[in-house]
């Protein structure tokens, strides 16, 4: 299974950056899709990036532009670099893996990571 571990939060003021970063041995053998996702307090997680397995990204509308998705294959860690941060980017922050169209069940198979808390004041 692909575990999963982020870090990289933090508290920065709007308009700041941070870079979170997701290490999860066995990703990329597996060829596994990989999302960030994000949960802000009293409300629904939501889905905010993918990496696929071939590079193709995708984001939500809300972080078009700000956000960035990356992978680093010889370490099995993907990125999210985040700037011109705003207050309504505070949450706790997840990566997750997922089998898309080639990957491997072990991709899901390892759940949720502990995610990391990025707080953005005004």
Do not use: H
């Amino acid at each position: 299974q692909v575990n999963l571990v982020e870090s990289g939060g933090g508290s920065v003021q709007a308009g700041g950056s941070l870079r979170l970063s997701c290490t999860a041995p066995g990703f990329t053998s597996n060829r596994c899709d990989m999302a960030w996702y994000r949960q802000a307090a009293g409300k629904q997680r939501e889905w905010v990036s993918t990496v696929s397995s071939d590079d193709s990204t995708r984001y939500t509308d809300s972080v078009k532009g700000r956000f960035t998705i990356s992978k680093d294959e010889a370490k099995d860690t993907v990125y999210l670099q985040m700037n011109s941060l705003k207050p309504e980017d505070t949450a706790m922050y997840s990566c997750k893996a997922w089998s898309g169209t080639i990957g491997s069940m072990a991709c899901v198979t390892g759940g949720w990571g502990q995610g990391t808390q990025v707080t953005v004041s005004s």
